[in-house]
């Protein structure tokens, strides 16, 4: 190895970018496969999202412990205003912040061994007492009214009451499934006769 060998500029790809996103016409691949980090990782995601066409497709790979909520949040809100079609696609785990952005797409594909875990969430705050009284006060009122938007139709209200007291859910490809056909509007008749397949979208409630 030489000295130009040394300090060469390593070569790079787009799967070295914190949010790997691959665009080939009018579909875009995305991967959400580490930590839910800082919210400005995901600027670039959500300006594609909020500039896309109908004619456009996300698919988004989800396999992340969770993360930051405020980067959730953010990306969550793209989600669900884009004009594009949006696919979730989810393995291996996704819990947490990672619940809320698959549940926010039109459809959701599970793999086989998928481990989906829902949970309240968790943090510390520092400052003066009437400030932490005052943000903790804030933040409980306004994270209860988010959680039964985030899961309405997936949960039923006591289960979200639960999450919120700290239950934790954990759930499998085959429940995921099932509870996404009942937030999409199939009746019970309906969910029998679908075939034991990968992915759930909405709203065909005609099924």
């Known amino acids: ?6 300090f060469a500029t390593p070569k790079t790809t787009v799967f070295d970018n914190y949010v790997p996103m691959i665009t080939n016409k009018h ?9 839910i980090e800082a919210p400005s990782l995901y600027n670039e995601l959500c300006y594609k999202l909020d500039n896309a066409s109908p004619a456009e ?16 949040i953010m990306t969550v809100n793209s989600i669900k205003n884009t004009a594009a079609n949006t696919t979730a696609r989810l393995s291996g785990t996704v819990a947490s ?3 809320i952005i698959a549940l926010a797409c039109k459809n959701v594909e599970v793999a ?3 481990a989906f875990m829902i949970h ?3 943090g510390g705050l520092f400052g003066k007492g009437h400030e932490l009284k005052a943000h903790q006060e804030f933040v409980d009122a306004n994270l209860n009214k988010s959680f039964s938007s985030f899961y309405e139709g997936f949960l039923t209200p006591a289960e979200i009451k639960r999450v919120i007291d700290g239950k934790d859910y954990w ?4 429940e995921v499934l099932s509870r996404l056909d009942r937030k999409n509007g199939y009746s019970e ?7 034991k397949a990968h992915r759930r979208g909405r709203p065909r409630k005609d099924a």
Not at 1 to 6: A, E, G, L, T
Not at 28 to 33: H, M, N, S
Not at 189 to 195: K, R, V
């Open 1 to 6: 190895m030489n000295i130009d060998d040394i």
């Open 27 to 35: 579909t875009t691949t995305v991967y959400l496969t580490d930590v």
């Open 57 to 72: 497709e996300f698919f988004i790979y989800i396999n992340t412990p969770g993360g930051i909520l405020d980067a959730a």
């Open 97 to 99: 912040a990672g619940t």
């Open 112 to 114: 086989d061994h998928t």
């Open 120 to 122: 309240n969430y968790s």
């Open 171 to 174: 759930m499998n490809k085959d």
């Open 189 to 195: 008749e309906a969910i029998l006769d679908l075939p």
